[in-house]
């Protein structure tokens, strides 16, 4: 069964630098995303990572996958303000039609000046 | 592409009542999700459509709930008997084909009293 695992859990961030969020899964996957909730808000895709070795950007995110090393990363390039919030990824279980999500418990960023 | 819609947004209710929450998904999805989620942890699956089947059911679901997808278009998720522990935000999400991301709606938070 498909386990998620992100660290850390808590970040506070200066802003300026730059930072990594990583998240392990447990078994194949056939894709892993990001997504971000704001306080009291719903959940806002970031990026969908297909394959191994994919690298998709925006903005100061930068997230990859290393379907080998079962590990995907999310680098914060520059930190400010607008980036705290939560956030997650979430992988799908290589089993069938289904494409629900096993979630990570969340990283939760803040941004300090 | 007016987003996925929940409602209610918010549902206060006694124990051992019924309660039931609707979801509007994207018009051209025809997949749509139902997960929970609780204060500081990542969003559980609970059950999946497609169209107007649900393929999927999670086990971590008693006989209390209950979904449909009459028509394939929107979705009703009903808890009989609510206990205590029900208590959690219910979101709803839906997605089109398999390589993209699931949108979620606001989700409707849900207090036991």
């Known amino acids: 069964e498909l386990k998620v695992e992100q660290n850390p859990l808590f970040l506070s961030m200066q802003e300026g630098k730059n930072y990594t969020i990583y998240c392990n899964y447990s078994?194949?996957?056939?894709?892993l995303y990001w997504y971000r909730q704001d306080p009291g808000k719903s959940l806002e895709s970031l990026f969908v990572?297909?394959?191994n070795g994919a690298v998709k950007q925006e903005g100061r995110l930068m997230a990859s996958l290393d379907t080998k090393a079962r590990l995907s990363t999310l680098h914060i390039t520059a930190a400010v303000h607008d980036l705290s919030a939560t956030y997650f990824c979430?992988?799908?279980?290589?089993?069938?039609?289904?494409?629900?999500?096993?979630w990570g418990l969340g990283t939760s960023l803040g941004v300090n000046p | 592409d007016t987003g996925v819609s929940q409602d209610p947004r918010h549902k206060i209710t006694k124990r051992g009542q019924n309660v039931t929450f609707r979801c509007d998904p994207i018009?051209?999805?025809?997949?749509l999700y139902w997960y929970r989620q609780t204060l500081g942890q990542g969003p559980e699956f609970l059950t999946y459509?497609?169209?107007?089947?649900?393929?999927?059911k999670s086990r971590l679901l008693s006989d209390r709930f209950s979904a449909e997808r009459p028509k394939g278009s929107f979705s009703t998720l009903e808890i009989q008997r609510t206990e205590q522990g029900d208590s959690a935000m219910y979101l709803c999400?839906?997605?089109?084909?398999?390589?993209?991301?699931?949108?979620f709606g606001d989700g409707t938070r849900l207090s036991i009293l």
């Open positions: 999400a839906s997605s089109s084909t398999v390589s993209q991301p699931q949108h």
């Open positions: 018009s051209e999805h025809n997949r």
């Open positions: 459509f497609q169209n107007e089947a649900q393929l999927e």
């Open positions: 078994t194949t996957s056939d894709r």
């Open positions: 990572l297909l394959s």
């Open positions: 979430a992988g799908e279980p290589n089993a069938g039609n289904n494409r629900k999500l096993i």
